[in-house]
């Protein structure tokens, strides 16, 4: 699958976000040089670490903590349906640098003081 991104080109458009969260699924391998082709961003951390622009989502690694946490509940007897719904309160945005570089985009400074994460 990564051969596929290799050869595909994108138009130069500043404003282009490619979803790669239904789109390719879980996989931030060979996303690198298709991301380099145009700005891209994701809900994903993993995505902007791999290569894309940006991303802005929920921090799915704590995500999976809490879903653990509910898990332990639920094997000390509690029954599932009297659990709490939740819903994401943490959030992450990361910038990648070193695409935006590559790009030739410049990010404001702005920007780059409200990241969580900033890629060199």
């Known amino acids: 699958m990564p051969s596929c991104f290799g050869e595909r080109t994108v138009p130069n458009i500043p404003d282009l976000l490619k979803d790669h969260d239904h789109g390719v699924g879980y996989r931030p391998w060979g996303i690198g040089r298709f991301a380099r082709s145009a700005p891209d961003g ?8 791999a290569g894309d622009l940006m991303a802005y989502g929920p921090d799915y690694r704590y995500l999976w903590r809490r879903a653990g946490s509910l898990v332990g509940r639920i094997l000390k007897g509690i029954r599932p349906g009297d659990l709490p719904i939740e819903q994401a309160d943490r959030f992450r945005f990361v910038i990648n640098l070193k695409t935006a570089k590559a790009l030739g985009v410049t990010i404001p400074r702005t920007l780059l003081l409200r990241a969580d994460q900033v890629i060199e």
């Open 42 to 49: 994701s809900a994903q951390s993993e995505f902007a670490e």
